[in-house]
């Protein structure tokens, strides 16, 4: 009964690699989240997608691609990783009130290494 | 969105309470006092949030000054389980995202 769930829960791949990783929320909600949690533990957005639609783009290289095949689901794909983008990813979802005080929850994280 | 200011850290003994103090003297008529915690290796988790009002829920009681320039979030029976990195944001409307700060590491001791 996980309300956001995402695979895998730990990646780890060379430097020049695609991959992707899964996020699934079963809470109804219309709003989803990707999150980047870096090596100093800040928490920043990165995308938010409304209806499958995107709303919020933070500044991500543009190797970073979030989809949405619908809106229980978001997923993130990674081309050519680089060093740095070796962090904890969270996804989370809120409903969908207009409002960016909705409230969010979040999955338990995917760690990427990139080595 | 209103910047927070929260102490780097706090302890607190199993049992007691947990007052966890957060500023936003620039926070305007239409911003949110939110409070997640985020326990070791997990996702946030979402405890409380208000407007003017103190609010009380399961988890937790949010106290926001009159002036609404502060607050304080209080678990009232900390428990070693409570020990966590917790996060108060100020956010509102339809403008800004969800800004996460450092937040403060509260360490519950037997």
């Known amino acids: 009964d996980t309300a956001v769930s995402q695979t895998p829960k730990y990646l780890v791949t060379q430097m020049g690699n695609d991959k992707s990783i899964k996020c699934e929320q079963n809470?109804?909600?219309?709003?989803m989240y990707w999150y980047k949690q870096d090596s100093k533990k800040f928490l920043k957005i990165m995308f938010s997608?409304?209806?499958?639609?995107?709303?919020i783009n933070e500044t991500v290289p543009n190797r970073f691609s979030p989809k949405s095949p619908d809106k229980a689901h978001l997923n993130l794909h990674i081309n050519s990783l680089e060093l740095g983008d070796s962090a904890v990813y969270f996804c989370?979802?809120?409903?969908?009130?207009?409002?960016?005080?909705?409230?969010?929850?979040f999955g338990p994280g995917t760690r990427l290494t990139v080595l | 969105d209103a910047k927070t200011t929260q102490p780097t850290s706090m302890d607190c003994a199993e049992g007691r309470a947990a007052n966890l103090p957060c500023n936003h003297s620039?926070?305007?008529?239409?911003?949110?006092v939110y409070w997640y915690r985020q326990i070791h290796s997990q996702g946030p988790q979402y405890i409380i949030h208000?407007?003017?009002n103190n609010e009380t829920n399961e988890m937790a009681s949010l106290i926001i000054t009159e002036d609404r320039k502060s607050s304080t979030l209080i678990l009232p029976h900390a428990t070693l389980r409570d020990t966590a990195v917790y996060y108060c944001?100020?956010?509102?409307?339809?403008?800004?995202?969800?800004?996460f700060g450092k937040g403060t590491k509260l360490s519950v001791k037997p």
């Open positions: 809470l109804g909600h219309d709003t």
């Open positions: 620039t926070i305007s008529g239409n911003e949110y």
């Open positions: 989370a979802s809120s409903p969908w009130t207009g409002m960016r005080t909705d409230t969010q929850y």
């Open positions: 997608y409304n209806n499958k639609e995107l709303i």
């Open positions: 208000g407007l003017k």
């Open positions: 944001i100020a956010i509102g409307g339809s403008q800004g995202n969800l800004i």
